[in-house]
């Protein structure tokens, strides 16, 4: 594995002086495209969840000409309406304590010390504005009787700061930011392009300047020249096959990209979400989150004894072990996901799991005793529904199973405060960026990231890229366009000629039970390295033993899919090596041989503070190394203790 100390290449562009006035300096100092030659820009921005959908949204009504690409039917199926149970904001409404620095604070804490202040703090900042902006839009928000917006609490935070519309949040936050792309794309500022799927970006004198896509309907080769590029594809945690994330969700797009000269930063720093239905069998195509709110009201349990098997009902309240309210009694249910997923774990690897044994009670019993069926119905009534039809049990009358889960990707490509990443032009949003949450994402920061990089960070900062200037004309006619497209033809024709045996599905279910087992919610040194070797193997036997039926020339489902694989054996060996190399456990990042006498995370500050940025250098095995250094001039570093 090559390394390189050459963090003179990442200038982050954060702002120096006092975090609280860092932004708007950035602001106030950055340049300006006038009204009048806004529209002679054309910026492609692919992806339509609530980061690309935001960005191309107020883009266009900025007067740009956007091009939007997104791989689903419609922009209203990205998965960002899949985040059901909130968005922070700093509002402090219920008037218990919040506050823009508390939220920052909490934010850089949650995430273990790996995040870069500024951004976080510009995060906590636009949060309030974000509320605002959907408000305004109609996102229909629950509201206390005297019709102030309600707020409940998240893990990681004794605050209640999340607004939230029942238990599919995210399906209207997406609903508000559809309503106004479809403004402009009927204003005639964005034109929309669904069913494509990115599959190269086209740099032409070291500038992003356009894409190659592939129709998904048709398998036409289509390209698309721009002034900049917004990359809004979101995570990647469908490399462990069974995730909470939509099966077309994938790294493609952010892979493309990496092996054009964009970094990708803390690849192993992936969110293990602990309150998801456990897995029932092999042919289960994803996994179902089940949300974080349902901590606010349910009690997490197992059996005080191993091999316990009785009923819940059976089981009386000494005999059981409300496990998280013991270990962590100032947070109780509501620690970080990280946390609570590493402490369903070890109760269930000391043979007190239920079900099937990798399974922990979450019970309402308590909770509707105390408030009453119908308000419990009120504040979750459709999560319990979906619940009740999957599991074919009532949460009401037995308590949920749940076991933690892939759910979020705090890796990503690296960018700087402009949201730009190591190629200039190509800006990074949302999850499919590295910046805001460090090595652990508090639970409802997904949501207010995705927007707030849409909404109001970018406009600022791409106008500020386009009115540096030196950008010529360009179209899909430079010999770039030419050599992309060939490429892309190229792996098409390869995966499509080998005429294996072993189908791409089975591919991806080996390879995400590898990474699952040896990068999931715990690693270490020996499981790393042996994982790193198999993968390679496993990459090996794919691209000589993959069967992908079909042609290129249409619809076809395994051809769509054995591209992302492909990506994902390359991405997965870099998540070991970044693993591997990271000798600390930090959030998420739980390495076995650092821990304190607990058995909490054990940090190492004094080498390890600092953003893993991996650039691409022909091989997975040759990635050159580079290290951002962090500095924490307003939060101290601290151990992170939720006791």
Known sequence: MATDNTEAKLDSRAPSGPVETSWERHKRDARLVSPANKRKFTIIVVGTGLAGGSAAASLAELGYNVVNLCIQDSPRRAHSVAAQGGINAAKNYPNDGDSVFRLFYDTVKGGDFRA???????????????????????????????????????????????????????????????????????????????????????????????????????????????????????????????????????????????????????????????????????????????????????????????????????????????????????????????????????????????????????DFSDAVKRLGKETIADRYGNLFEMYREITNHDPYETPMQIYPAPHYTMGGLWVDYNLMSTIPGLHVLGEANFSDHGANRLGASALMQG????????????????????????????????????????????????????????????????????????????????????????????????RVPGSGEDFNKELEMAGRVADYFELGELMCRDALEREESCGCHFREEYRTEEGECKRDDERFSFVSAWEYAGRTGDARLHREPLEFDTVHLATRQYK
């Open 116 to 362: 870069r202040e500024a951004n976080v703090y510009r995060l906590a900042q636009e949060s309030v504005n974000i509320i605002d902006q959907c408000v305004a839009q109609g996102v229909p928000f629950a509201r206390e009787y005297g019709g102030m917006l309600a707020n409940r609490s998240f893990g990681g935070a004794q605050v209640s700061r999340t607004f939230y519309a029942r238990g599919q949040t995210g399906q209207q936050l997406l609903l508000g930011a559809y309503g106004s792309l479809m403004r402009q794309v009927h204003a005639g500022g964005v034109k929309m392009f669904p069913r494509r799927e990115m599959l190269d970006l086209v740099v032409i004198d070291g500038r992003a300047r356009g894409v190659v896509c592939r129709n998904l309907v048709t398998g036409a080769l289509e390209r698309y020249a721009g002034d900049a590029v917004l990359l809004c594809t979101g995570g990647y945690s469908t490399v462990f096959f069974l995730s909470t994330n939509a099966v077309n969700s994938n790294a493609t797009a952010a892979w493309r990209c990496y092996k054009r000269g964009a970094y990708f930063a803390n690849p192993c720093f992936t969110q293990i979400h602990p309150t998801c239905i456990p897995r029932v069998g092999e042919q289960q195509s994803k996994l179902t989150l089940m949300s974080e709110s349902l901590r606010n009201d349910g009690r997490v349990w197992v059996p005080k004894a191993a091999g316990d098997k009785r009923l819940p009902g059976q089981i009386a309240e000494s005999e059981r072990d409300y496990f998280l309210e013991r270990m962590y009694p100032a947070f109780g249910n509501l620690v970080p996901r990280d946390i609570a997923s590493r402490a369903a774990k070890l109760v269930c690897d000391e043979g007190r799991g239920v079900g099937s044994g990798l399974a922990v009670y979450l």
């Open 451 to 546: 927007l707030c990089d849409g909404y109001f960070v970018i406009p600022h900062t791409l106008g500020h890229y386009l009115a540096g200037g030196g950008l010529v004309s360009v179209s899909t006619d430079h010999a770039a366009f030419a050599e992309a497209e060939t490429r892309v033809k190229e792996q098409v024709g390869k995966l499509l000629a080998i005429g294996g045996r072993k189908s791409v599905r089975e591919f991806h279910y080996q390879l995400g039970t590898l990474l699952w087992d040896r990068v999931g919610m715990a690693r270490n040194a020996t499981g790393l390295r042996g994982a790193i070797e198999k993968i390679r193997a496993m990459r090996d036997e794919f691209w000589n033993n993959v």
